[in-house]
């Protein structure tokens, strides 16, 4: 059974740091795209980061680029977003998703399959 179960998030001051994760199972990373989507409350979703088995990486959200990393360790099948310089809009709950498949969609991925989220809140 696919499971996407992310940790990680809490309060945490406005220029500060946070590394979310997120377990996969039930599924081949290295046939999917992998990423983070957010909502922030009132707002529509918005696409994060995105990473191809590929290696391929894509930060979506233009206030990230350069502030938002995504990677992950195959050995432990998790998934991470490390995110510096936090800010108080980016205070939102944080998906861990899954594509249909191996490519990173632009504008934006087609998610197939996500996890419960994590909040993030960013006090400014």
């Known amino acids: 059974q696919l499971r996407l179960v992310e940790s990680g998030g809490g309060l945490v001051q406005a220029g500060g740091s946070l590394r979310l994760s997120c377990a996969m199972s039930g599924f081949s990373v290295d046939r999917y795209a992998i990423g983070w989507f957010r909502q922030a409350p009132g707002k529509e979703r918005e696409a994060v980061a995105c990473l191809q088995p590929t290696g391929r990486r894509l930060i979506y959200v233009d206030s990230g680029k350069g502030r938002f990393m995504i990677s992950r360790d195959t050995s432990k099948s998790t998934l991470y977003l490390q995110a510096y310089f936090l800010r108080a809009d980016d205070t939102a709950d944080y998906y861990c998703?899954?594509?249909?498949?191996?490519?990173?969609?632009?504008?934006?991925?087609?998610?197939?399959?996500w996890g419960k989220g994590t909040l993030v809140t960013v006090s400014s």
């Open positions: 998703a899954r594509a249909y498949g191996p490519i990173c969609g632009e504008p934006e991925p087609a998610w197939e399959h």
